[in-house]
């Protein structure tokens, strides 16, 4: 019994690493994630992809400028309640999210270096991450389709 509890304890302790370590010891902004072509209406996004736990805990964390029509999109396993914050977050996004069938469920405005949580109202399986006011500028709402090989992916 005291060998199983120290095996999970020592297991435990390897994933908090994992998962905890990049962010805090990660000072750098990641740019070199896989990117993807999306589509919104006439709009385009070249976005970065976070897939992996941590690339998805590090997200946008430490970028002091990203061009306007770049985003990050965060793919998870399977659809969930997805709760986003800013802590280490530079700049000012506003969080799109995205249904599995690449339908935007809600956005959210989010403020640079804080923790205040913000959720999707259902399920969702993407967020994507725009500079702030970009979704407003284009008129693009809530309902509005997304599109990409990313979506098609999906379907297979």
Not at 17 to 25: E, F, M, R
Request: glycine share 6%.
């Amino acid at each position: 019994m005291l060998q199983r509890f120290a095996a999970l304890l020592a297991f435990s302790v390897a994933v908090s690493a994992t998962l905890l370590a990049p962010a805090h010891a990660q000072q750098e902004p990641q740019t070199n994630l896989p990117r993807t072509k999306l589509s919104i209406g006439l709009y385009t996004i070249d976005a970065q992809i976070a897939q992996a736990p941590v690339e998805r805990q590090v997200g946008l964390m430490f970028r002091k400028e990203m061009p306007q029509a770049e985003g990050m999109i965060f793919v998870f396993e399977q659809p969930a309640t997805q709760c986003f914050w800013m802590r280490n977050t530079l700049l000012p996004l506003t969080a799109a999210f995205v249904a599995e069938d690449g339908r935007i469920v809600n956005l959210a405005d989010m403020k640079p270096q804080t923790d205040e949580s913000h959720c999707s109202e259902e399920p969702v399986k993407y967020v994507l991450e725009m500079n702030q006011g970009w979704f407003k500028k284009k008129n693009i709402k809530k309902g509005a389709k997304i599109t990409g090989e990313l979506f098609a992916a999906g379907k297979r």
